[in-house]
């Protein structure tokens, strides 16, 4: 099955949930938080160090398109997913690589956990 598509994080409080009780995945190019949930929801956190509005907006654009083809397995999960300067750096197809090497990860855990 295919996610579909993510709904942005609208409240402060579901974004702050994530943020204490999320676990968390690290790797050099970005950080996912993730809780589980009974949505597919996920937010940005994207420093302006990293370029301008329109590279920002790239970067956003690129992870929902790998996540809307991402197989879910069913699960729901409210992600934060925090961007770092050296996320540029990479071409779209390492990227789907990177991100979905990180997603099984974490389905991984999640599933080795219930």
């Known amino acids: 099955m295919i996610i579909g598509s993510f709904n942005p994080i609208s409240s402060k409080k579901n ?10 995945i690290r790797n050099d190019f970005f950080h996912l938080k993730y809780l589980k949930k009974n949505s597919n929801k996920i937010a940005f956190i994207i420093s302006r160090k990293i370029g301008n509005a329109v590279v920002r907006n790239r970067i956003k654009r690129r992870v929902r398109n790998i996540l809307n083809h991402y197989n879910t ?10 961007v770092k300067q050296r ?3 990479l071409n779209y197809k390492s990227l789907c690589e990177l991100i979905n ?9 999640h599933c080795k956990k219930n």
């Open 15 to 24: 974004l702050n949930e994530i943020k204490k009780y999320g676990k968390i």
């Open 73 to 82: 397995n069913d699960d729901k999960f409210n992600i934060l997913f925090i």
């Open 87 to 89: 996320f540029d750096e």
């Open 101 to 109: 090497a990180t997603f099984d990860n974490c389905y991984e855990k």
